[in-house]
């Protein structure tokens, strides 16, 4: 657990499922220059895997983020109401017609899910043919596994069996581990339980930058003209990444119902 003189003074005496410390996040994320320059540069990358979406855009607990300044018409969603966003909706249980979404977008989300099965389910059951989940997310690696365990405050159980978790709040209950689990671990088991939906891309990045930034709790380690000089650094070493990154940028598509019955039959007929 990070000291406590370290703890941003705006959320340092609130509960992490009281909706104002969602309101007092989107104002350390503006605040923070190194730390919107980190959500800056995701925000681009989601907005240019939405190239051609074909249809209505979803972001689940868009919270604190400004995400919908570079995806116009985005859907913002949270669990609860706060002012900016436009429907109160549980990630597990989707609120719209089948086959109705070009995409999903989410940032730092996923591992907040308390049933993540039920959500890719209902990202199956949503998404239209060639529609994607998009999202950044923290990854397991031999570095951030120390950083996770020992400085981060959200739980951490790489060896969970179940995709899920007990509630204990909208935003305090989570498990870190459960990207990794889902889309490295156990990934065959991904595949076949959700045929309708294809791992497309996993890139593991940002060692260093994050971290340095205190995120949406801390404060800022680095000052933001520094940002610049840290991006160069991760970028030499991002051979490196499989070691010492703490997120990784997934996008998951929707597989037309042709295509994963024509790859079911090729695999029995093997």
């Known amino acids: ?117 039920a959500f890719l389910g209902e990202a199956q059951r949503c998404l239209k043919p060639g529609g994607k989940v998009t999202m950044v997310e923290p990854w397991i690696t031999p570095w951030s596994r120390v950083i996770y365990r020992h400085v981060h405050h959200e739980p951490l159980d790489q060896h969970a069996v179940q995709w899920a978790f007990l509630r204990t709040g909208p935003l305090s209950g989570a498990n870190i581990a459960l990207p990794w689990i889902v889309f490295h671990r156990d990934r065959q088991k991904f595949e076949r339980l959700f045929a309708g939906l294809a791992i497309e891309k996993i890139v593991v990045e940002m060692p260093f930058r994050y971290l ?26 991002s051979p490196l990444n499989r070691a010492i990154g703490m997120f990784s940028r997934i996008v998951v598509r929707s597989v037309p119902a042709a295509a994963h019955l024509d790859a079911a039959d090729k695999g029995h007929s093997g």
């Open 1 to 117: 657990m990070a000291l406590s003189f370290l703890r941003h003074p705006l959320t340092r005496d609130l509960d992490l499922n009281d909706p104002r410390s969602t309101v007092f996040r989107k104002h350390i994320i503006r605040e923070k220059r190194f730390l919107r320059r980190v959500y800056q540069e995701w925000y681009q990358w989601i907005a240019g895997e939405l190239t051609g979406a074909g249809g209505p855009v979803l972001e689940i607990g868009s919270g604190g983020g400004f995400l919908k300044e570079y995806v116009p018409g985005l859907i913002t969603s949270e669990v609860f109401h706060i002012s900016g966003v436009d429907i109160v909706l549980d990630g597990c249980v989707l609120p719209f017609e089948r086959a109705s979404l070009g995409a999903i977008v989410m940032v730092d989300v996923f591992h907040h899910l308390p049933d993540v099965r």
């Open 212 to 237: 340095l930034s205190g995120g949406v709790s801390l404060r800022s380690l680095m000052p933001g003209i520094l940002y610049g000089f840290w991006a160069c650094l991760e970028q030499w070493l």
